[in-house]
């Protein structure tokens, strides 16, 4: 794909993301996408068939993405201490932001009563996120900054918190003391010393 269409596919992914996290995945429809893309019926499906392929894609981009910024930060050797205050801080974040959030749309996706073909993409996809989670906390243990704890128990209790609050914030109010709390006690299974990285 050229440049302009690769541009494109990714104008498309903003406005689409902007739309399920607003009215979840099932209300959006292709001619939602068109007029927030300000594509014609045509131009888009030059580059998608429909909502499920683009939602399908923004899964996997944010799951890849995740991935190789983990990946790219353990061969350069920074701290894991480091890597996980920064990614937690983001988590902390999104926790508060519910108007960004994708929980519901999630779902939603995944619910729908013909996605049994899509169960493995969406186990496949925790998979992947459970992998990255542990190849950091392995790589903190073995740094000795972390404790060597249990790293499944460890990455249930990241992301079903993780998510559980993002989708309580659609539905809630939902202070800051919740995430700030969260990433604390995490912090404090994870990491050996107090005294490394800042403290949320």
Known sequence: ??????????????C????FAEK???????KDLCEAAQLSRGGLYCHYKSTR??????????????????ERRIQQGQPAVTILDDIL??????????????????CEYFSVPDAACHNN???????TSANTWKKLIRYGI????????????????IVFSYQGVRMYSRLMPVGEEIPAGI????????????????HL
């Open 121 to 127: 993409t969406l186990y496949a996809q925790y998979l």
């Open 89 to 106: 801080e983001k988590y902390r974040s999104e926790m508060l932001d519910s108007q960004a959030s994708l929980s519901i749309a999630i």
């Open 16 to 19: 689409a993301y902007s739309l």
């Open 183 to 198: 990433i604390r006690e995490i912090k404090k299974i994870l990491v050996r010393s107090e005294d490394s990285g800042n």
């Open 24 to 30: 979840g995945f099932k209300q959006v429809t292709m």
């Open 53 to 70: 392929q683009i939602f399908q894609e923004i899964l996997n981009d944010m799951t890849d993405r995740q991935d190789h910024e983990f």
């Open 1 to 14: 794909m050229n440049k302009r269409g690769q541009e494109t596919r990714e104008h498309i992914k903003k």
């Open 142 to 157: 073995d740094r000795q900054e972390f404790h060597d704890v249990d790293m499944d128990a460890v990455f249930h209790l």
